[in-house]
């Protein structure tokens, strides 16, 4: 864990993140006394690429950025975590370092446990070692995909499709809008484009009326066009 954090007295309910929720009921008095739970404040590492492998973390509320250096200028996002989600677990491979780094987007709380005991956990519980195995089939299967999608979606269709998956992921609030606040440097980072280009790409969405922008806050005006837009058909006017 880098930098300065906060240790809760605190503790979650047991009950929802992934490893509580994947264990035995027997096994979560063991949890509960190798577990911490740690705030993290917006905009903290809650560790960096490179870093060495400490432990796992679930988050157990707030919302969570994970993210690679792309070269020595750029950032890609790799995806999102939210509540229930699982931090930490591509480090525990051969490499005594974690592959990425992750970064709170807004106040965070997670389950921190230690690679040790997370590792006697997966020997305790084997329904909680086949969720871990789909965890990591489903990663592959969205990485893959990214990476196909970088090589070969134009900016547009990648911008769109950024859009409509954080809505997705999220949700919306109220007001109709999606329900993570973003900077447009960390929405042009998981699109996997230049800020510029994020920034005139949006800017012909405004006025296409596909989208609206308040701040940080971004509504999907026209759902269906930007699917159109991802899939070939249709251009914005």
């Not at 969570?64 to 480090?91: M, N, P, T, Y």
């Not at 800020?195 to 026209?222: A, H, M, P, W």
Request: charged content about 30%; aromatic content about 10%.
């Amino acid at each position: 864990m880098t930098g300065s954090v906060k240790e809760l007295k605190q503790q979650c309910d047991l009950k929802s993140c992934f490893l509580c929720s994947s264990c035995i009921s027997d096994w979560l008095p063991a949890i509960a006394a190798n577990k911490q739970t740690i705030l993290f404040k917006k905009g903290q590492d809650i560790f960096k690429e490179g870093d060495t492998v400490e432990g796992i973390f679930f988050v157990y509320s707030g919302k969570v950025k994970v993210h690679k250096r792309w070269d020595e200028d750029k950032d890609l996002i790799l995806r999102f975590a939210k509540s229930g989600d699982i931090l930490g677990h591509l480090g525990l491979g051969d490499s005594l370092a974690y592959p990425i780094a992750a970064t709170a987007v807004e106040n965070v709380k997670v389950c921190f446990v230690k690679k040790d005991f997370f590792e006697s956990s997966l020997n305790v519980n084997p329904q909680f070692t086949i969720k871990l195995m789909k965890v990591f089939a489903n990663a592959l299967q969205e990485s893959e995909k990214r990476m196909r999608n970088l090589a070969h979606m134009p900016v547009k269709e990648r911008i769109a499709q950024a859009l409509l998956s954080l809505k997705e992921q999220f949700g919306v609030t109220g007001d109709g809008y999606i329900d993570i606040e973003l900077t447009k440097q960390d929405i042009a980072s998981y699109a996997g484009v230049a800020y510029e280009t994020f920034f005139k790409v949006t800017q012909d969405f405004l006025l296409s009326e596909l989208i609206e922008v308040e701040g940080k806050n971004y509504r999907l005006l026209d759902e269906r066009k930007l699917t159109e837009l991802i899939d070939g058909k249709k251009e914005p006017a």
